[in-house]
């Protein structure tokens, strides 16, 4: 008795019907040699504000963790032995995180402000 032949297996994509690829998604929005000159003004004045508000953060950040080991060092009772694990983790786990929290409300208020900036002077060319 043959062995009835097993189907080939079809890797399915796309419903039966469908022919044409659809069309990739593109964004509405404007073509860069279309805008005004103002407006490219405004764009590379908002980038260059982003930019400055989120190097002003990262350098902050840089600078706080870099020295962080150097506070611990110097903390008072502890000279130059060991410090106390659980004063580590009181600064490591508790104090640095205000400061990370506050860092960033800053950043996104200076970015809002920025784009509330941006959107004022676009609206007014």
Known sequence: MAAEPVPRREVVTRSPG????PAAYRPAAERSDRLPPAVHTEVRRLI???LRAGLAVGGT????VATLPLLLRELPGTGLGPVPP????????????PLFLA?????VRRAERNEREYTRAVEGA
């Open 18 to 21: 469908a022919t044409a690829v």
């Open 48 to 50: 260059r504000a982003q």
């Open 61 to 64: 950040l840089a600078v706080l």
């Open 86 to 97: 659980l004063l580590v983790w009181g600064v490591l786990g508790i104090a640095v995180y």
């Open 103 to 107: 860092l960033a409300g800053w950043y």
